[in-house]
Nanobody, 119 residues
Framework: QVQIVESGGGLVQPGGSLRLSCAAI????????MAWYRQGPGKQLESVAN??????????TDSVKGRFTISRNNRAERVMMYLQMNSLKPEDTAVYYC??????????WGQGTQVTVSS
């Protein structure tokens, strides 16, 4: 059975840091490239950080380069994925999700974790 659980969000002041965690439970995740996605208020879902199945290759959308770091730890029946977010800005406010990259029509979704950057 496939399940995704994100955690680690919260309210943080501009310039602060948060570390998001994702437990992707299922035997297939360790073979997949994955990503952190976010959806801000009134905005479409966007990919912010991508990581290859081995963890050796990472890419970032321009707005988070130099501030966010994605990592993963592959296990037999789950993948633990992380997003270290530094120098947070109000425009980073969003619900953050982890999932496969690219997304597939039948992918399961977690509940996401809310990140709010505000003074």
């Amino acid at each position: 059975q496939v399940q995704i659980v994100e955690s680690g969000g919260g309210l943080v002041q501009p310039g602060g840091s948060l570390r998001l965690s994702c437990a992707a439970i299922g035997t297939s995740f360790r073979f997949n490239d994955m990503a952190w996605y976010r959806q801000g208020p009134g905005k479409q879902l966007e990919s912010v950080a991508n990581i290859s199945s081995t963890g050796r290759t990472t890419t970032y959308t321009d707005s988070v380069k130099g501030r966010f770091t994605i990592s993963r730890n592959n296990r037999a029946e789950r993948v633990m994925m992380y997003l270290q977010m530094n120098s947070l800005k109000p425009e980073d406010t969003a619900v953050y999700y982890c999932n496969n990259n690219p997304l597939r029509r039948d992918d399961a979704w977690g509940q996401g974790t809310q990140v709010t950057v505000s003074s």
